[in-house]
């Protein structure tokens, strides 16, 4: 474990002396060390926080030999956290009461005195089982979380997209705004929802709202509700956006597309958390969490003059920018089987697959609709392919223009063609090498260039 997250360690003994050589001992070899006297400093420690391993005298009662008070203890660390390893200390002499404690619970016992080596071997074996233990029920969890929010797993094998799903699992559970910026279909919805769907609120609402699509003269109407009579039409009390996500998170689509006006009343709601319904005259108090999404570049549309800088500030407290599906084209293979799998399942085409021609199509074409184009032309594909095997006459693709770089310069398009050459040799360094005419040498050097790994 690095430095920068030490093992949190846990020592339990009611003599001082060997607390103290405990402690010494493990802050020297990089632990992060908390003392405890008795079963009661223990149980109180551990409700407020979390320990990677502990290390537990079994007789806390100067004098004592029967170890059931260690026993109760451990019985009690059980129930409170199942993943916390509990390794027991006993005297010279007592390893049947060490049995015992293992059969109730315990990982392991040391005899005092102890073996220094053995001993941090043991502790640090522990504590690495624990956090992965923990990791892995945390992604489950989180798993579940996605699945029950109706959003499909989010897979890739670029590294620059998960780069951002890192970005995702660290940013969510917090309570910062976040900027979503990309091309149209990268997935700056798809991305929101995960947002919420792993965040403390994701039991809460999770509204969205498409800027652009709100005309001027509705604004507030829509995003704080009216009151009834509070103009012509308005028959009836209507909550407004921020109403329906209070608790929860809103979603502002294509941000971009706000008007002046609308930015400032905007604005007003993120610094303060209040605003007043049309036709109102009393404040209403919201707790939400913004999410913004725009394909466009913020900073030119602040140079421009088009959008506040003060609210650009207060909606990007995190940045989240999602790279085009051409600057990733590991993916593409990965996200068409499972677009070809969900569709297939919808549709009763359970036996469908692809053909190696098909494949190849896919991997060379340029995606201007990016990741939304792909899942639509598979599943038009799906419907429509005669045979059990799509092939590229069953695509409806349009037309590219020859010679075209896919406007992403020299340095992309040659990351493309190598990416591209892995995906069809599934690969094979050598097979690959030869089609892109180079040595096995040169294609490694570049692929360290690009931050490419082997299929």
């Known amino acids: 474990m690095s430095s920068e997250n030490p093992a949190r360690a846990l020592i339990a003994d009611d003599q001082a002396d060997?607390?103290?050589?405990?402690?010494?001992?493990?802050?020297d070899e990089g632990f992060e060390?908390?003392?405890?006297?008795?079963?009661?400093?223990?149980?109180?420690?551990v409700r407020i926080q979390e320990f990677d391993v502990a290390l537990v005298d079994l007789n806390f009662t100067r004098g004592a030999t029967s170890g059931d008070e260690g026993i109760d203890l451990l019985r009690w660390l059980g129930s409170v956290d199942d993943t916390l390893p509990v390794i027991v200390m006993t005297a010279w002499g007592t390893v049947p009461l060490a049995v015992e404690a293992m059969r109730?619970?315990?990982?392991?016992?040391?005899?005092k005195p102890w073996q220094g080596s053995r001993l941090v071997a043991l502790l640090r074996t522990h504590a690495e089982l624990a956090r992965a233990v923990r990791s892995g029920r945390r992604l489950e969890a989180e798993n579940r979380?996605?699945?029950?929010?109706?959003?499909?797993?989010?897979?890739?094998?670029?590294?620059?997209?998960?780069?951002?799903?890192?970005?995702?699992?660290?940013?969510?559970p917090?309570?910062?705004?976040?900027?979503?910026?990309?091309?149209?279909?990268?997935?700056?919805g798809v991305v929101a929802r995960m947002l919420h769907a792993l965040s403390r609120r994701c039991r809460e609402p999770f509204i969205t709202v498409n800027v652009g699509a709100v005309p001027e003269s509705l604004f507030e109407a829509e995003f704080f509700g009216h009151t009834r009579g509070a103009f012509t039409g308005a028959a009836e009390m209507r909550l407004g956006r921020f109403d329906l996500a209070d608790g929860g998170t809103l979603f502002l689509d294509e941000i971009a597309t706000a008007s002046p006006a609308a930015q400032a009343k905007l604005l007003r709601v993120l610094e303060t958390g209040e605003f007043e319904p049309v036709g109102s005259s009393r404040t209403r108090g919201v707790d939400v969490r913004i999410?913004?999404?725009?394909?466009?570049?913020?900073?030119?549309?602040?140079?421009?003059?088009?959008?506040?800088?003060?609210?650009?500030?207060?909606?990007?407290?995190?940045?989240?920018?999602?790279?085009?599906?051409?600057?990733?084209?590991?993916?593409?293979?990965?996200?068409?089987?499972?677009?070809?799998?969900?569709?297939?399942?919808?549709?009763?085409?359970?036996?469908?697959?692809?053909?190696?021609?098909?494949?190849e199509q896919l991997a060379t074409y340029s995606w201007p609709g990016n990741v939304r184009?792909?899942?639509?032309?598979?599943?038009?594909?799906?419907?429509?392919?005669?045979?059990?095997?799509i092939r590229p006459s069953d695509f409806w693709l349009p037309a590219e223009p020859a010679g075209k770089t896919e406007g992403v310069g020299l340095h992309a398009t040659e990351r493309q063609l190598i990416a591209r050459a892995l995906a069809r040799t599934r690969g094979n360094i050598a097979e690959a090498a030869r089609q892109?005419?180079?040595s096995r040498q040169a294609l490694y050097r570049r692929m360290q260039k690009h931050g490419l790994e082997r299929p």
């Open 18 to 27: 060997v607390r103290t050589a405990l402690r010494l001992l493990l802050r």
């Open 145 to 172: 979380l996605l699945r029950e929010a109706g959003l499909p797993d989010i897979v890739s094998e670029s590294p620059a997209m998960l780069r951002v799903l890192d970005l995702v699992h660290r940013t969510a």
């Open 436 to 438: 892109l005419g180079l």
């Open 104 to 111: 109730r619970g315990a990982k392991d016992f040391v005899q």
């Open 174 to 188: 917090t309570e910062a705004n976040v900027l979503i910026l990309g091309e149209s279909g990268t997935g700056k």
């Open 291 to 359: 999410m913004a999404a725009s394909n466009s570049d913020m900073v030119k549309e602040v140079s421009a003059g088009r959008f506040r800088e003060d609210l650009l500030y207060r909606l990007n407290v995190v940045e989240i920018r999602l790279p085009p599906l051409r600057q990733r084209p590991e993916d593409i293979p990965v996200l068409a089987h499972l677009f070809l799998e969900r569709f297939a399942r919808r549709h009763h085409r359970q036996h469908l697959g692809f053909s190696p021609e098909a494949l």
């Open 373 to 389: 184009e792909l899942e639509h032309v598979v599943e038009r594909a799906v419907i429509l392919a005669p045979n059990d095997r």
């Open 33 to 45: 060390v908390t003392e405890a006297a008795t079963p009661d400093d223990v149980q109180e420690l």
